[in-house]
């Protein structure tokens, strides 16, 4: 299978957002401070590894679509939906949340392009639906660090039985 235009520049998009995601991810494991540095850094290297390793695969499946992945720098700055993360020291608040943003804006162009790239090749859908499931969950587990607890947060809403 040859990768169209379309399914092309649909997995671009996704592989300059993980490839951002991996960047920012060092720059806030390097530059954190605050209470629970040593879980977020910890948390932080398991995002970039993820990251990583999801642009490798990205990149790897496009070649076998022969489509060009292009992770240059300025491509990725130039095209990611990644808000730019700040230059020096960041509390540990700010970077979850900022964390988070960012793993949220890499799954929201995952799911953006979704339907497409499945309508083209379900095979690389599945591999969307492993990134979007583990981004997730690191979105949940980073900001859950900011979380107040609520009823609204820790209890499902429920309808009163009909038995």
């Given at each position: 299978m040859k990768a169209s235009p379309t399914l092309t520049n649909n997995l671009q998009a996704v592989l300059a957002d993980l490839i951002e995601l991996h960047i920012q991810g060092k720059q806030a494991h390097w530059n954190i401070v605050g209470t629970n540095f040593r879980d977020l850094h910890l948390q932080l290297d398991e995002i970039i590894d993820a990251a990583r390793n999801f642009a490798d695969d990205m990149a790897e499946r496009m070649r076998a679509l022969h489509a060009l992945p292009d992770g240059r720098s300025a491509t990725v700055a130039e095209t990611t939906s990644l808000a730019q993360f700040p230059q020096g020291l960041i509390s540990t608040k700010d970077?979850?949340?900022r964390?988070?943003?960012a793993l949220e804006a890499a799954v929201g162009t995952m799911r953006k392009v979704h339907d497409e790239v499945?309508?083209?090749d379900p095979t690389t859908a599945d591999l969307l639906?492993?990134?979007i499931s583990k981004l997730e969950q690191y979105a949940w587990m980073v900001g859950a660090e900011n979380m107040k607890a609520s009823t609204?947060?820790?209890t499902p809403d429920s309808k009163p039985s009909s038995k």
């Amino acid at each position: 299978m040859k990768a169209s235009p379309t399914l092309t520049n649909n997995l671009q998009a996704v592989l300059a957002d993980l490839i951002e995601l991996h960047i920012q991810g060092k720059q806030a494991h390097w530059n954190i401070v605050g209470t629970n540095f040593r879980d977020l850094h910890l948390q932080l290297d398991e995002i970039i590894d993820a990251a990583r390793n999801f642009a490798d695969d990205m990149a790897e499946r496009m070649r076998a679509l022969h489509a060009l992945p292009d992770g240059r720098s300025a491509t990725v700055a130039e095209t990611t939906s990644l808000a730019q993360f700040p230059q020096g020291l960041i509390s540990t608040k700010d970077a979850v949340d900022r964390i988070v943003a960012a793993l949220e804006a890499a799954v929201g162009t995952m799911r953006k392009v979704h339907d497409e790239v499945d309508e083209e090749d379900p095979t690389t859908a599945d591999l969307l639906h492993e990134f979007i499931s583990k981004l997730e969950q690191y979105a949940w587990m980073v900001g859950a660090e900011n979380m107040k607890a609520s009823t609204s947060v820790t209890t499902p809403d429920s309808k009163p039985s009909s038995k």
